[in-house]
């Protein structure tokens, strides 16, 4: 699938923003992830053509980071951290109390393509309102059963984040800080360098 | 230590984050106090006050920024926002209520090292705060604190604010700077120093969040201010981020050398369920553990050293009586070995290794030997890898070794973990 255009503009303006156009690769990563889901080998491939630079470069980049997703997900992401300080407060009860929610195990997608989740022990910088996940991208902290269950529920009928935010639906109620999408700062960026 | 805090005194003021709230409080006039200073003058300035860094090595920051060759442009300004050790949330806290301290702080920065591009680099998963980052440099370029010729004081200045993409090595400030040159994010060789040659080859200073948040109060209180609070070798205040087994986990704002008691005990209302203290860390998941018998040691870089750990990012993690410290340990373990970049044989292979073997005794496998072959383990790869990523992944097991190694031995001879009663699955 070749890159939208918008997308292709935005990497060209990321390379002539920075000293280097090497710095633009992890910006433009961001960018076709924001696009399409997720970085396949031929996107790499025009990230490369578009900065000029080797596609084993940004191959090579690409694959260090955790956040580059390689295969299509569902249409939310959950992540919940299990390193020690949210395992104190009782993140493995709560992974444990997901999955069985979800049905599927760590890692994979529900039948109905709605949640992606997955434990990590790389902190998400929450430790003080554990146990916590991270929808979307937002903060979900002092995590209970009975709110595990709402922010399910509620992801399981919602679209995917830039979808809804399309349509102008009204982002998800209940869990504070969950709403807009992962895509929207990406998108604004796009408006504003239009703009400049 | 009734004092008033320093970088959230303003942080109960709604809507912080928009500038005209943020002017309200006094916000950018530090900035454009510094403007009518010579960089040099501010240099010296923030060498008196005593500043060290927050983000975890506490390097004094006035003597970071004079290591700067003389003459030699264009110079950067990096803010290190990669916050990812575990226990630390102290970065995200002061850019989500207050982005424009930080952005004021980055300027005063820039223009002390006579720096025109300075970079945020910020932690993929920080994306809210990415936002309210975007916003601010928004809002500040609007109102001329941040572009050509700012303030009509004939200085330019800009920020790129730049995204990471989940890697704890890019806080290290080699391995930030090979990530945003776009590469995989590897150390590199010290020497040379980042100041003297760091992004794209020129002459770099990296500071913390935390860091550069102090800059607007020390220009503008002064340096005596400043170096009032605190210890004779830690000045001014520090956020310490409290989790673990508290009835009030959250950060607060401290002056270096409150004694640690009274951060658990009044601030984070002490230990919950009515339990008692087994263990706590004062810096995160590297730092070495301590005991009840250290709760009166002050919240300091040089005191917490002293008594047997390291003060790093300010992150607090408490634990009660009822926890497994084998099992606190093996997760620790497996975010190193999990983040390790892969660079170098010691750590790569021997968090790997380490690894493993904190599996064994959590499943009940371990045998005698083990506990010495950890050990062994962890002198294998301490001073032995590349950066300080695999020494750390080394500090806090052999802590726990020294003060809970019968945890240990009682994982062996009960063939499982001791606190649960069955053996826990390993962790993904």
Same mark, same amino acid.
């Given at each position: ?87 104190? &407060?009782?993140?493995?009860?709560? @992974? $444990? ?5 979800? !049905? *599927?195990?760590? +890692? ?45 529920? &509620?992801?399981?009928?919602?679209? @995917? $984040? ?5 349509? !102008? *639906?009204?982002? +998800? ?24 | ?428």
């Amino acid at each position: 699938m070749a890159l939208a255009t918008p997308t292709v503009e935005e990497i060209t303006a990321l390379a002539a923003r920075y000293p280097s156009k090497q710095s633009a690769i992890i910006p433009a990563l961001w960018a076709v992830q924001h696009e399409q889901g997720y970085v396949t080998k031929e996107a790499m491939g025009e990230i490369a053509q578009i900065l000029a630079l080797p596609p084993s470069l940004i191959e090579a980049t690409a694959s260090f980071y955790s956040m580059f997703l390689t295969r299509p997900e569902g249409r939310h992401d959950v992540v919940i951290c299990v390193n020690a300080p949210c395992m104190l &407060r009782g993140a493995d009860e709560t @992974a $444990a109390y997901l999955e069985q929610q979800l !049905g *599927v195990r760590d +890692g994979q997608t529900t039948p109905d393509g709605a949640i992606t989740w997955h434990s990590t022990i790389e902190c998400l910088g929450a430790c003080g309102g554990a146990p916590m996940m991270q929808v979307d991208h937002r903060f979900e902290e002092n995590l209970t059963p009975e709110r595990i269950d709402a922010i399910v529920q &509620r992801l399981r009928t919602q679209p @995917a $984040a830039h979808v809804a935010k399309a349509r !102008g *639906v009204a982002p +998800g109620e209940g869990a504070a800080g969950s709403s807009a999408s992962a895509t929207e700062p990406l998108r604004r960026n796009r408006a504003k360098r239009a703009q400049n | 230590m009734g004092l008033k805090p320093v970088l959230t005194k303003d942080f109960h003021t709604e809507n912080l984050e928009q500038l005209a709230v943020y002017e309200r409080t006094g916000g950018y006039a530090g900035f454009k106090k510094a403007l009518e200073m010579q960089p040099d003058e501010l240099v010296e300035l923030v060498k008196t006050s005593g500043l060290r860094g927050r983000g975890g090595a506490g390097f004094p920051t006035g003597n970071k920024w004079s290591f700067l060759p003389k003459g030699v442009y264009p110079r950067y300004l990096i803010c290190n926002a990669d916050e990812s050790e575990p226990g630390s949330f102290k970065d995200r806290y002061l850019i989500e209520k207050s982005p424009h301290q930080v952005l004021e702080g980055i300027l005063i920065a820039s223009y002390a090292i006579g720096c025109n591009l300075a970079f945020i680099y910020i932690r993929g998963e920080y994306l809210p705060q990415h936002e309210a980052l975007e916003a601010a440099i928004d809002e500040a370029r609007q109102a001329g604190y941040l572009g050509k010729n700012v303030l009509g004081k004939g200085y330019d200045v800009d920020v790129i604010l730049h995204r990471g993409a989940g890697a704890y090595i890019c806080g290290e400030e080699t391995a930030l700077l090979t990530s945003l040159e776009g590469n995989r994010g590897e150390p590199r060789l010290k020497p040379p120093f980042p100041a003297v040659k760091g992004l794209y080859g020129k002459p770099t200073i990296v500071n913390n969040v935390e860091t550069v948040a102090n800059l607007p109060h020390i220009v503008i209180n002064g340096a005596d201010w400043f170096a009032a609070m605190g210890t004779p070798t830690g000045k001014g205040t520090r956020l310490w981020c409290m989790s673990g087994h508290v009835n009030r986990p959250g950060n607060y704002e401290l002056e270096n050398g409150t004694p640690i008691r009274e951060l658990i005990e009044e601030h984070g209302g002490g230990v919950w369920k009515n339990r008692k203290l087994k263990a706590f860390q004062p810096g995160g998941a590297s730092m070495m553990v301590l005991l009840p018998e250290h709760l009166d040691v002050g919240l300091d870089f040089d005191a917490i050293q002293k008594a047997g750990s390291l003060a790093g990012a300010g992150a607090m993690v408490v634990m009660d009586e009822t926890t497994c410290m084998v099992d606190a340990a093996r997760r620790y373990v497996k975010f190193f070995h999990h983040e390790s970049c892969g660079k170098c044989t010691p750590c790569r292979e021997g968090t790997f290794w380490m690894s493993n073997l904190f599996d064994r005794f959590e499943a009940g496998d371990a045998k005698p030997g083990d506990i010495d072959l950890l050990l062994d383990m962890g002198y294998n790869i301490e001073g032995r890898s590349f950066c300080p990523l695999g020494d750390a992944s080394t500090w806090f097991p052999r802590s726990v070794i020294k003060y809970f190694r019968d945890e240990f031995q009682e994982h062996i001879s009960e063939k499982g973990c001791p606190f649960k009663k069955t053996p826990q699955e390993a962790v993904a």
